[in-house]
């Protein structure tokens, strides 16, 4: 009976300490929940105005001079509605300006103009940072401004930018610059989690301008002027209140990435009149924030008339092909602009995985309602869509397993008829130059192209699953477990406690 008391007493006292440690560490992320959400909820204050007013100049009737007065006022009230509910999902603002930025040449050149004008900041986050010469130019432009007293923060990821120069790094520290690598493999105490957590992030903050978008710094982004041109992506530059709210994502890289290194929010630049709505989205999962994840198939379902999705790596997950799938059943218009060649060597597996996924899609989907068309002159490596020429998003997010549950990701919701319009255009040039794919082609029907095409997809699913990472801790099992504990500690806690102070029967 003696033994079999200190036995419970010490599994007691086990499951006190694992049940404190549990208990604080949930506290830390409500803390951390809250202060972020309160940022929100703050931001969200005096905006109701601003925000019914973009969504009347939206639906003027000059913007759908074949839509009648009725259909109009009725899409009013459903895109305030549904912006009111994204509102909980990040910050936003009204006054802002956006300029699309296409192919490496027009971005690039805008950012190193941004870095070279700086007077207070430059921050940078970019998941590829090569060694090439155009990663060379953007070093020496960081470390000019590092020399002239900037506060310069350089966050890359550490398996995108292995080939990034110790030298670089060097330089940049004795300059003052710091330079942050996320979840480096080595040494370990550096580590922040499994191999398969990356930072997937393209931000660029320098004073009161902001970039975001899908482009790393990589020579295969640049065209004729900054590279090989094997890539093609679109960025843009953000002017307003929002570049402060995009600033915010960059801090909570910084704190995902160890928190050795830590900036003060910066303050909300001026209002730019005429402005567009921005809100700023990411996704953190080990903070659980799933912002873009609930944002775009909301959007999706939203669709009355068109969708024109442009992206890369297509193998969506769930909940996100439900949503496409629920999108032309309505009768919407559906335009996909993939890629049709692959950056993979020497098996071009995401292509393989993409062919799969697409042969059910075409399968499922009325033709009619439905255009997929590949981009074969080059990678396409951009990641926006539009909805109904009013509602878009930019950023990096993909539309595979990786982005959704995984990777650290970032993207702007713009509410402007405008800027949609833009990313049509963009949308509707390249898909003139790419080829459409239909159910009836070849690689859809040959026996073993559909077997290695399965063995892809397969490959692809699996290795983006739980088990590979064990980022997604708060399911079910992190439910149960929780409640155990929870019910341990409430229920049985006086047993506990008497057990625990029965010093005799050692």
Known sequence: VLFERVACRRRCTSWLVMSWDVRNAARRKLDSWLTWYGGCVASSKG??????ACVDSAFAAENFPAKDKDTLEQR???WVALLHRFQKYGHYSTGNRVTVLEGGDAGFARMLAAIRASQTRVWCESYIFDSSPVGETFYRALLDSARRGLDVVLLV?????????????????????DVVFFNPVLPSSCCVGPLSFRDHRKIMVCDDVGFCGGMNIHEDVGEEIFGTSKFYDVHVLLEGPSVADLAEVFRDSLAEAGGQVFREPISSPARIEPGVYVQILQSNVRRRRRTL???IPRAIDAADESVCLTTAYFFPPGFLRRALLRAPARGVQLSLLLSGSSDFYPLPGDLLAQTYFLRRFLRD???DKVKVHLYEERHMHAK????????STIGSFNFDLYSARRNLEVGM???DPAFAKSLQVLHTKRSAESRRTVF???????????AACAVAYGLVRLSGRNVFDGLDCFQRKWLVRKAALTFLLEEQSAQFIATSMMWGLE
């Open 76 to 78: 009013k009230q459903k």
């Open 384 to 391: 926006h869509m539009t909805v109904d020429g009013v509602f």
């Open 47 to 52: 905006h109701g105005d601003d925000l019914q």
């Open 365 to 367: 989907t009325p033709e």
């Open 157 to 177: 990821d550490f398996i995108g930018s292995f080939s990034f120069p110790s030298e670089w790094i060097r330089e940049l520290r004795r300059a003052g610059a």
């Open 440 to 450: 009836g082609d070849w690689e859809y029907h040959q026996p073993m192209v559909r």
């Open 293 to 295: 994840q609930k944002v």
């Open 413 to 415: 919701a713009v509410f």
